[in-house]
């Protein structure tokens, strides 16, 4: 079955614009969490949706926002972005909560902020 | 922060088997061990997970010390595509009752060479 979709796979925008990244979980998957990964920070854990709800949240700014679809696909936004927002963008999906079950990453988006 | 500690970096001979060790000292009793590996620029891929008991599927195996504070990721016959960053991670329970997200140490840097 086809894996996590991230689209786009590389982006480049300016300092004070705002970015749109989205994610295709596996089908029947219902979970989609985001982490952002930087070589200084490594991967840190964003926020995850669940049933169109947003049910953990790390620890970044109300700069970055998400949502989930009915259909289980979600979107982060970036707002007013700055020089330390370029970094790999993950998304990962998973069936459910459960903690039997491994999470499933797509190849991320790769944002470069100039 | 990360509940794991590993070995910034491994080298292994192409052909021979790579143990990469994980301490998890404070490992909760219901919480589970989890490998992943990250091959440059690409998403964490899921390797193995275990509770207590060993495990072992078709890429990997996981021997879990009795007391649990430690655990070693096996890659029985390392070829050059296994060079990556490995991850063990210990699946955290947030405050939020069923939602789970994944806490990322620096992880060991595996290179394997010919």
């Known amino acids: 079955k086809a894996g996590v979709t991230q689209t786009p796979r590389y982006l480049i925008k300016t300092r004070g614009q705002q970015v749109t990244l989205s994610c295709s979980p596996i089908s029947g998957h219902r979970s989609v969490s985001w982490y952002q990964q930087t070589p200084g920070q490594g991967l840190q854990f964003l926020f995850e949706y669940f049933s169109e709800t947003q049910r953990n949240k790390g620890n970044f700014p109300g700069r970055f926002s998400g949502r989930q679809f009915s259909n289980s696909r979600s979107e982060m936004n970036v707002s007013t972005l700055e020089l330390g927002d370029s970094a790999l963008y993950l998304c990962a999906s998973s069936s459910a909560g459960t903690r039997t079950l491994g999470y499933t990453f797509g190849s991320g988006t790769r944002l470069t902020v100039v | 922060d990360a509940k794991t500690t590993q070995p910034p970096s491994m080298d292994c001979a192409e052909g021979r088997a790579a143990n990469l060790p994980c301490n998890h000292s404070t490992i909760s009793g219901n919480e589970y061990v989890y490998w992943y590996r990250q091959i440059h620029s690409q998403g964490p891929q899921y390797i193995i997970h275990?509770?207590?008991n060993n495990e072992t599927n078709e890429m990997a195996s996981l021997i879990i010390t009795e007391d649990r504070k430690s655990s070693t990721l096996i890659l029985p016959h390392a070829t050059l595509r296994d060079t990556a960053v490995y991850y063990c991670i210990v699946r955290v329970q947030t405050s939020q009752g069923g939602s789970e997200k994944l806490v990322f140490g620096k992880g060991t840097k595996l290179t394997v060479n010919p």
């Open positions: 275990g509770l207590k």
